[in-house]
C-alpha cells in the first residue's frame, strides 16, 4: 500500500538489521526474527448484490509468536500488499515487545475497498476472512484487531463466523468488538490516547509546556482523531489536519490558524475519516493541498495516515520549528528520511512505541473476556497510561545511556526481549 517505491518489508527489515548488528544477535536469531514465521495467502468470493461473483485476496502474516499468541490487525485497502502486511506483523513483534505485554506480532490485509462495498458485501468479505483462516487463527494462536478501514462492525462478523465454524463461544478471538459484545471500553480511543500519553512524556522531558504547543496532523481516522481529542484538551493547538478524499481521488489538509474545533469538525467527517471539503471550507477551513500538513510552523508533526509519508523528497519540508516528530502511524518514515530528521536533532518517537496503546487495549480487552468481567473505562485509561507511560520512559533512559536515538532504543528493548523469549524455548 506504498505511495512510492519504498517497500516496507524492505524497510523494516534494515531497521531490524541494523539494531541487531549493534547488539551483536547471533546469526540463527537473525534468521529467524527478520521474516516471519508463517504466512497465509488465499482467495475470498464475494457474491455481490448485482448478481456477479467477486474474488478478493487475503492475507495473514504471523511474524512471530514466542512470547505469546501472534496479535494485530486486518487492513481493508484497494493497494494492500503481501510486504506491507509482513512488514506489518513485524511491527506488531516489537509493539507488543516494547510495552512488554505476554502477545507476539502478526497482521492481515484483504485487498478491497469497504467504502464502494454494501454493508452486505462488507459482511460477506469479513465472513469469507474467516473461513479460509479459522483452522490458523485463535484465542491462543493469533488474535486478529481492526486497523486501516476495519471496525468494531467488521470484528463482529468475523467472531460470528469463527464461533459458528467451532460450535462455541470465543470471545478472545478478536479484539475491538464492540462494547456490550465483549469490546472493552476504551478500545476505540486507546491508540490516540496512547499517542499521547507518550507525547506528554516527551514534552516533560523536553521541558516544553504542552499548552504553548501547536500541532499538524496527517490522518483524521481512528487513531488521529482521539490523539486530536486528548491533546487539545491538555491544551495544545491543532492547526492543521490532511486526509485523503475519496470522490476526488487526493488528499487534501485544512488549515485553522488559531486552532480547530474538534466536535464542529467530527461532525464533518465520514466513518473513513474523510473531512467533507465544501462543508470545511464554509466552516473557515483554508483547503491547501494534501501535502501542505508537513510544511506547517508547529512544534508538533503527527503523522497518522499511512507508511511512507516522510520521505527523502519532501523531509526538508520540514519547518525549522518542529522539535517532535511523533510517529501515530506504522511506518510512516523512511529510513533516508530519517536520517534526516535525527541529524535536525528533531526529538522523534517512533511507530511501534507511540502506537502501542492499541494493541495494549486488545490485550486488556483479552483479559476482560477470559475474566468475563469488564472494567469501567477509567480503570481501562489509567492501565493504559501506566503502560505507556512506562515504556516510553524505559526507552528514552536507555536512549539516554546509550546516546542512541529513540526509534534504535526502543528496538534494542524489544528485540532484545523476544530473542530472550525464542532462545529460552530452544527454538535457537
Ligand atoms: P483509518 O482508516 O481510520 O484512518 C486513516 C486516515 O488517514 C483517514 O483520515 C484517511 O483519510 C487518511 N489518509 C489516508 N491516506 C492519506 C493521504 N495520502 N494523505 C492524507 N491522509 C490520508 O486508519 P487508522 O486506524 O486511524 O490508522 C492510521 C495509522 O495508524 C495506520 O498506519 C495504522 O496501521 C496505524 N495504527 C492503527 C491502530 C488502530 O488502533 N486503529 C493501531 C496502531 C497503529
Given at each position: 500500500m506504498s505511495t512510492t517505491s519504498y517497500n516496507p518489508y524492505e524497510i523494516a527489515q534494515q531497521q531490524f538489521d541494523k539494531v541487531a548488528e549493534k547488539i551483536g544477535l547471533d546469526n540463527a536469531t537473525r534468521e529467524l526474527l527478520r521474516q516471519p514465521l508463517r504466512e497465509y495467502h488465499f482467495l475470498i468470493p464475494v457474491h455481490m448484490d448485482d448478481g456477479s461473483v467477486q474474488v478478493f485476496k487475503g492475507f495473514r502474516v504471523q511474524h512471530n509468536d514466542a512470547r505469546g499468541p501472534a496479535k494485530g490487525g486486518i487492513r481493508f485497502h484497494p493497494e494492500e500488499t503481501i510486504d506491507t502486511v509482513r512488514a506489518l506483523s513485524m511491527w506488531m513483534t516489537w509493539k507488543c515487545s516494547v510495552v512488554d505485554i505476554p502477545l507476539g506480532g502478526g497482521k492481515g490485509g484483504?485487498?478491497?475497498?469497504?467504502?464502494?462495498?454494501?454493508?452486505?458485501?462488507?459482511?460477506?468479505?469479513?465472513?469469507?476472512?474467516?473461513?479460509?483462516?479459522?483452522?490458523?487463527?485463535?484465542?491462543?494462536?493469533?488474535?486478529?484487531?481492526?486497523?486501516?478501514?476495519?471496525?468494531?462492525?467488521?470484528?463482529?462478523?468475523?467472531?460470528?463466523?469463527?464461533?459458528?465454524?467451532?460450535?462455541?463461544?470465543?470471545?478472545?478471538?478478536?479484539?475491538?468488538?464492540?462494547?456490550?459484545?465483549?469490546?472493552?471500553?476504551?478500545?476505540?480511543?486507546?491508540?490516540?490516547?496512547?499517542?499521547?500519553?507518550?507525547?506528554?512524556?516527551?514534552?516533560?522531558?523536553?521541558?516544553?509546556?504542552?499548552?504553548?504547543?501547536?500541532?499538524?496532523?496527517?490522518?483524521?481516522?481512528?487513531?488521529?482523531?482521539?490523539?486530536?481529542?486528548?491533546?487539545?484538551?491538555?491544551g495544545g493547538t491543532v492547526i492543521a489536519i490532511s486526509c485523503w478524499n475519496q470522490n476526488d481521488k487526493r488528499a487534501y489538509t485544512f488549515r485553522k490558524r488559531d486552532g480547530i474545533d474538534y466536535n464542529a469538525l467530527i461532525e464533518i467527517t465520514d466513518a473513513f475519516g474523510t473531512i467533507n471539503k465544501e462543508k470545511a471550507a464554509d466552516l473557515g477551513y483554508e483547503v491547501l493541498p494534501g501535502d501542505a500538513w508537513i510544511e506547517q510552523d508547529v512544534d508538533i508533526l503527527v503523522p497518522a495516515a499511512l507508511e511512507n509519508q516522510i520521505t527523502i523528497e519532501n523531509v526538508n519540508n520540514i519547518s525549522k520549528k518542529v522539535k517532535v516528530i511523533l510517529e501515530a502511524a506504522n511506518g510512516p518514515t523512511t529510513p533516508d528520511a530519517d536520517e534526516v530528521i535525527q541529524g535536525r536533532g528533531i526529538f522523534l518517537i517512533p511507530d511501534f512505541l507511540a502506537n502501542a496503546g492499541g494493541v495494549t487495549c486488545s490485550y486488556f480487552e483479552q483479559v476482560q473476556c477470559n475474566m468475563n468481567y469488564y472494567w469501567e473505562k477509567d480503570e481501562v485509561l489509567s492501565k493504559l497510561d501506566t503502560k505507556m507511560t512506562s515504556a516510553f520512559n524505559s526507552v528514552y533512559d536507555l536512549s539516554l545511556s546509550k546516546k542512541m536515538n529513540m526509534r534504535d532504543a526502543a528496538y534494542v528493548i524489544a528485540i532484545n526481549r523476544v530473542a530472550q523469549a525464542v532462545k529460552s524455548r530452544g527454538w535457537v
Open positions: 484483504i485487498v478491497c475497498d469497504p467504502r464502494n462495498l454494501s454493508e452486505r458485501e462488507q459482511e460477506q468479505l469479513c465472513r469469507g476472512y474467516v473461513r479460509q483462516l479459522a483452522r490458523n487463527v485463535g484465542p491462543f494462536t493469533d488474535v486478529p484487531a481492526p486497523d486501516v478501514m476495519s471496525s468494531a462492525k467488521h470484528m463482529l462478523w468475523m467472531l460470528d463466523e469463527y464461533e459458528t465454524i467451532h460450535g462455541a463461544k470465543y470471545p478472545g478471538f478478536i479484539t475491538g468488538k464492540p462494547v456490550g459484545m465483549g469490546g472493552s471500553l476504551g478500545r476505540t480511543e486507546a491508540t490516540g490516547f496512547g499517542v499521547i500519553y507518550v507525547l506528554r512524556e516527551a514534552l516533560k522531558k523536553l521541558e516544553i509546556d504542552i499548552t504553548k504547543t501547536t500541532a499538524s496532523f496527517q490522518g483524521f481516522g481512528n487513531v488521529a482523531r482521539y490523539a486530536v481529542q486528548l491533546y487539545q484538551q491538555l
